[in-house]
């Protein structure tokens, strides 16, 4: 209930004329007046920001009463700015000269109803201000309106400020009582002052960079030119410095770390756990004459200081100063509560440091990685905000009901937190039950989940999107012919249905891009059996679906249309992108000057298909159209998926899409047009054939380490199991080469991967 073991003063006041002496100082010095104080003011501002309670004072008790020069966020008593003492809790830190920290005024009867002429007052703590012979004479407090379980830290802080109010308090009745004492008392203003400042410096940093970067603002304000942090590594064996940016010049990056047992200021300090300060260069090279042979001169005085969090070493922090110094019994304080605040700021960003992780493992957890589904190339990304924690409320998932249908989804619930990303969690996990368990229609899957989100009592607002896959009966192979027939045409049916969601967008496979605008139903959340609809579309071979979160297009200075019609512009710039890599080029393109929210993007392309792709019958298929200079990446696409139809491992795969790419740029570069790509299947071997317009047979070169070009034969030449090449005759126009002297020959380079 006492806070932090041993008091803080001389304890108990049992001495009536000490008191009494006390208290007319206090008169003497004007702060037994109920009027407000800046600089109590500030303090008690200190502590609400500090402490996030909600509210804190500075409180003096006289005789019959107590007053509060200092308040913050207690309205009940700011005009009066007076109070009594009979239920005062800070009377008794006045008498007993220690600490009282209660999490729950409730829990202790001998507490229940103090400070009443407050409000409610659950949780309270308070330290005392001491005058300068050591007399309680007053509390600072904090207060909060519900249980409070004070942290170390938090005490500490109050701790802090305590002795920092006492001296402002002492200084206040050194004023008043002897002029002889000015000098001591500005200059204690001074001190008193800087280490508030000094304590606010470090308050906003939230990682090491920023630590260290405060670190030599604050060095500056004392008027150090060089500044240095060397953290102990997690084996507590060594020290590094975290930065050279601010240390003295001519530093040698050698001495950046040190074991803890060298011959070195830093690693002597972090040892003993004791500060070292050194007036000139001569005192240090008296004490570690080898370290100083590697410094330079140009540096005066040094102070080595331990950074202590709790009872562990963090690390040592090291100011230098250009010119000699003494360190008298100000200047040590200083640099020691320096290093008190530079521990606070470190713990803080290693609390933030573990959060994020923590919040990375959650978000990992939550957005599980997508299964391979076949005919369908699938790629995905979420990017959390600039925010301390890495999660948010957007979602995607797929779910593969039968090699032919897949449902996916995508949403975002309304929030930004922990809060969001654990109502994201379930939401998303009550879909994929729904849809893995019922053969229902987007817009039935949409609505189940509203009324089981009204009915579980989770009441999650958001927005989403359910779109089934179906897979067409024809393939790619064959389905001129069905369509001719009247059967159905290889790709997929499109379903989907859309609650409150941005639209999804279709990219065709010629680079057309088409906005899916059909009407948009309500959003979950606000009425559980509102009636959803059912869109639909085809997507052929080569088109692209897109799916994505507001956090892509919605910014608070662009409206919301000339965003959409930014997206689109991008898509189609992108329109020839690998599939893998759209997602992140989108963000990247879009989301710039920093991100305000979270970001989900799903892409979907259909891929190329053959009828022949099952079994152990050989499998043909040449690209439907000639393989343009710009069209590079799409023929390394519809390889990748011919084969992909025919059951090829992504092994082979990637080295077949690896070799086509050479082969293809090749004869688009040297062979001319037409280029045509040939893939031949056996359950034994992969063999693509790319054919152009040259007789001219591809050379295998040794380039130099400097030559950018001359590798893509060297890379058939060793990826492949067997390459080759084979001159075919001109079968376009009259085959004549212009003198009349016979056909022109073409030809085609072909490469051959086994599949065992």
């Known amino acids: ?99 009282l920290v209660l999490a729950d005024v409730r829990e202790h009867s001998q507490f229940s109803g103090r400070e009443s002429f407050l409000g409610p007052v659950v949780a309270y703590v308070g330290y005392p201000l001491f005058d300068s012979h050591g007399n309680a004479v007053g509390s600072l407090c904090a207060i909060d309106d519900h249980r409070r379980d004070w942290t170390e830290d938090e005490l500490a802080v109050m701790e802090d400020l305590a002795l920092a109010c006492s001296s402002e308090l002492r200084l206040r009745i050194a004023r008043a009582t002897a002029d002889r ?29 920023e630590t260290v970067e405060r670190l030599a603002r604050v060095g500056a304000r004392i008027g150090a030119e060089w500044s240095g942090l060397a953290l102990l590594d997690p ?63 140009q540096v005066g005085a040094r102070a080595f200081v331990p950074v202590i969090g709790g009872s562990r070493l963090l690390g040592v922090m090291m100011l230098g100063w250009r010119e000699e110094r003494d360190f008298d019994t100000d200047a040590i304080e200083t640099e020691t509560a320096i290093a008190t605040y530079l521990a606070h700021a470190l713990e803080r960003a290693e609390m933030l440091d573990d959060r994020n992780r923590a919040a990375a493992t959650l978000q990992a957890s ?58 994201m969690g379930q939401l998303r996990s009550m879909l994929r039950a729904f849809v893995w368990s019922r053969d229902e229609s987007p817009a039935a899957l949409l609505r189940l989940l509203d009324l089981a989100n009204d009915g579980l009592g989770l009441h999650a607002t958001g927005t989403a999107i359910v779109a089934r896959l179906d897979r067409r009966g024809g393939t790619e192979a064959d389905s001129a012919g069905a369509d001719s027939a009247g059967g159905a045409a290889a790709g997929y049916t499109l379903t989907w249905s859309n609650a409150g969601h941005p639209p999804p967008i279709i990219i065709r496979a010629d680079g057309e891009v088409t906005e899916c605008a059909e009407n948009v139903d309500m959003m979950l959340g606000v009425v559980p059996d509102v009636a959803r609809h059912d ?35 991008a898509l189609k710039t992108l329109a020839g992108s690998a599939t893998a890599t759209l997602p992140a080029a989108l963000v990247r393109r879009m989301v710039t000057g920093g991100q ?52 090829v491992d992504a ?29 031949k299947v056996t359950p034994a071997t992969v063999r693509i054939e790319v054919s152009d317009g040259s007789s001219a047979p591809p050379r295998l070169l040794a380039p130099a380490p400097h030559q950018t070009g001359g590798r893509g034969v060297q890379f058939l030449d060793r990826r492949s199991a067997r390459w080759g090449v084979r001159h075919l005759p001109d079968d376009a126009g009259d085959g004549s080469d212009g003198d009349g002297e016979g056909r022109r020959a073409r030809k085609a380079v072909w490469f051959e991967v086994d599949r065992g």
């Open 535 to 569: 869109h639909r579309r085809v997507l052929a071979p080569g088109d692209t679906m897109l799916l994505y979160t507001d956090g892509l297009i919605e910014r608070r200075d662009s409206r919301y249309h000339e965003r959409l019609a930014a997206l689109k512009v």
């Open 235 to 297: 084996t507590g064996r060594r020290l590094r410095f975290t930065s050279l940016a601010h240390l003295e010049p001519g530093l040698s990056p050698a001495l950046r770390g040190s074991r803890i047992d060298d011959e070195r200021p830093s690693a002597c300090v972090a040892r003993t756990r004791t500060p070292i300060f050194f007036r000139n260069y001569g005192e240090l090279a008296d004490r570690f004459p080898d370290i100083a042979k590697s410094i330079g001169r």
């Open 366 to 423: 939550l957005l599980s990685p997508l299964p391979a589904i076949r005919h369908l190339e699938v790629a995905f990304l979420y990017s959390p905000a600039a925010r301390t924690d890495q999660v948010g409320g957007d979602w995607y998932d797929a779910v593969v009901l039968a090699e032919d249908s897949v449902v996916l989804t995508i949403g975002d619930v309304t929030g930004h937190d922990m809060h969001a990303a654990a109502e």
């Open 181 to 209: 004492m000015r000098g001591t008392a500005l200059q204690a203003t001074r001190r008193t002052r800087l280490l508030l400042d000094l304590s606010e410096a470090f308050a906003g940093a939230t990682s090491v960079a």
């Open 651 to 679: 092994g082979h795969r990637r080295t077949a899409m690896l070799l086509t790419s050479e082969a293809v740029t090749n004869a688009v570069r040297h062979g001319g047009g037409p280029v045509a790509v040939e893939v």
């Open 1 to 99: 209930m006492v806070g932090r073991g041993a008091p803080i003063g001389p304890g108990r006041n049992t001495d009536n004329m000490v008191r009494a002496k006390a208290l007319r100082a206090l008169r003497e010095a004007g702060l037994d007046r109920a009027v407000a104080d800046e600089s109590f003011d500030r303090f008690a501002r200190l502590v609400h920001r500090q402490l996030g309670v909600l509210g804190a004072m500075v409180t003096l008790v006289l005789e019959d009463e107590q007053v509060h020069p200092g308040l913050f966020g207690l309205s009940t008593i700011e005009r009066t700015r007076r109070s009594p003492l009979d239920t005062s809790l800070c009377r008794l830190v006045v008498e007993t000269g220690r600490p």
């Open 596 to 647: 305000p929210d979270d970001v989900a993007v799903l892409a979907i392309r259909v891929r190329h298909s053959h009828s022949g792709a099952a079994g152990d019958q050989m499998i043909e298929a040449r690209t439907p159209v000639a393989v343009e200079p710009g069209a590079i990446g799409p023929a390394r696409r519809w390889v990748d998926d011919i084969l992909e139809s025919a059951d």
